[in-house]
Every structure is written in structure tokens, then in C-alpha cells.
């Protein structure tokens, strides 16, 4: 059973327009979610984070929202460029103040972003 | 400040065989775990090493085994390959009980014939 899962595998939109990506997780256990960037050859970096007591966090052109209820995430990357082309993972794990805790990820999804 | 580092970029064994896939964790850091990434898919955590004791384990079989050294770095072994082991091996590091997210090094491609 996917504990978390992107439903999009794919998602392409025009240079400097806003990028929605989604996710969705089933544990209720889980309390801090990341995403995570991946270009082909390297390992994935990551991008930003939230923890389940807030529901929203940003950072420059990235934001995370959290639904708790809908247990659904999404980030939004405003406005989108070319280099954020890439795949998009999200992750989640539970007790989320110990960095170390195993992490679970979603399928990814891949974003291209057309000049 | 040397990110993760892992070794070697590629490999490819036959069935049957053994292998040790090595990481170096970024400086500072303590936790070291291992991540599955098969193609088209997220990464699977394997297990996660602090203090040189496996600390949690995914859902993966005794031929998967690790050790953890002194210094913080980190091994996997896989026992007796199968095709099925073929996938990107990531190894990520972070800083236990800081809240800080797990940061990943580029990965061994193993790849089994």
C-alpha cells in the first residue's frame, strides 16, 4: 500500500507562470513532510519542508501547503523556470523532530517548464 | 563543506553475487540511511544507522545488511543479487533529533546481469 502517492506523473507549464504540484498520504502518523528535487545523475536535494502544526511555509519562489484534514500537500513554485525543470518527490515521515526518522516517499512527478 | 559522497557512481554484478556500496556522510552529521530508488519510482528506505547500530529497518530481506563505522560512515551490503536488485542506491545523511531534513548523495547504480 502507498502511504504516499502523487497522482500526476507528469506536469508541464510555460516559463514564469505558477506550478502546482500535488500530493496526497494516507498515515495519519505522519507529522512533517519535505520535497525534493531530482535532475537525472544526481540525488535529490532538498527544497522545502513543513511540519503538521502549520499549514503553509515558503521560501522564495516555493511554497508548501498542508491540508491535515484532506491529508493532501501541495507545492507551488511562482513564477516557474526552465532549470526547475526536474522531478518532484514528495516525502513524509512520522515524528518528524527526529531528523533521522526513515522517510517515505511518493512516485515523483516529472515538471517541465517550457521557455 | 563536502556534501554526501558515495561510492562507487556505477557497478554491475551477475546474480549471485555480493556487493558493498560505501558513503561518506556530510560533515557534522551522525545518521546515515539507505534508500532503494528502482526506475520510475521514489526512493524505498532500507534501513538507517546512528551510534553504529541499525536503528530502523524498511521492508527488505536479511541479504541487505550495513554497518555503520566510528567516523559516521556508512555500508550496504547486498548478499546473493537478484535482477530485482538492479536500482539507484542512495545513501542520505542528517543530524539526529535536530528537525533538519535528510540530505542525499548522488547514488550507486548497481545494475545485476
Known amino acids: 500500500d502507498q502511504q504516499v502517492k502523487q497522482n500526476s506523473p507528469s506536469l508541464s507549464v510555460q516559463e514564469g507562470r505558477i506550478s502546482i504540484l500535488n500530493c496526497d498520504y494516507t498515515n495519519s502518523m505522519f507529522d512533517y513532510f519535505l520535497w525534493y528535487k531530482k535532475y537525472p545523475a544526481e540525488g535529490p536535494t532538498f527544497l522545502i519542508s513543513i511540519s503538521s502544526i502549520k499549514d503553509k511555509n515558503e521560501d522564495g519562489r516555493f511554497t508548501v501547503f498542508l491540508n491535515k484534514s484532506a491529508k493532501h500537500l501541495s507545492l507551488h513554485i511562482v513564477p516557474s523556470q526552465p532549470g526547475d525543470s526536474a522531478v518532484y518527490f514528495c516525502?513524509?515521515?512520522?515524528?518528524?523532530?527526529?531528523?533521522?526518522?526513515?522517510?517515505?516517499f511518493g512516485g515523483g512527478t516529472r515538471l517541465m517548464v517550457k521557455p | 563543506d563536502a556534501g554526501v559522497t558515495q561510492s562507487p557512481t556505477h557497478l554491475i554484478k551477475t546474480r549471485g553475487q555480493q556487493v558493498t556500496l560505501r558513503c561518506s556522510p556530510k560533515s557534522g552529521h551522525d545518521t546515515v540511511s539507505w534508500y532503494q530508488q528502482a526506475l520510475g519510482q521514489g526512493p524505498q528506505f532500507i534501513f538507517q544507522?546512528?551510534?553504529?547500530?541499525?536503528?530502523q529497518r524498511g521492508n527488505f530481506p536479511d541479504r541487505f545488511s550495513g554497518h555503520q563505522f566510528p567516523n559516521y560512515s556508512s555500508e550496504l551490503n547486498v548478499n546473493a543479487l537478484l535482477l530485482g536488485d538492479s536500482a539507484l542506491y542512495l545513501c542520505?545523511?542528517?543530524?539526529?533529533?535536530?528537525?533538519?531534513?535528510?540530505?542525499f548523495g548522488d547514488g550507486t547504480r548497481l545494475s545485476i546481469l
Open positions: 542520505a545523511s542528517s543530524l539526529s533529533g535536530t528537525g533538519k531534513p535528510q540530505h
Open positions: 544507522y546512528y551510534e553504529e547500530e541499525e536503528r
Open positions: 516525502a513524509a515521515s512520522a515524528d518528524g523532530n527526529n531528523a533521522g526518522n526513515m522517510l517515505t
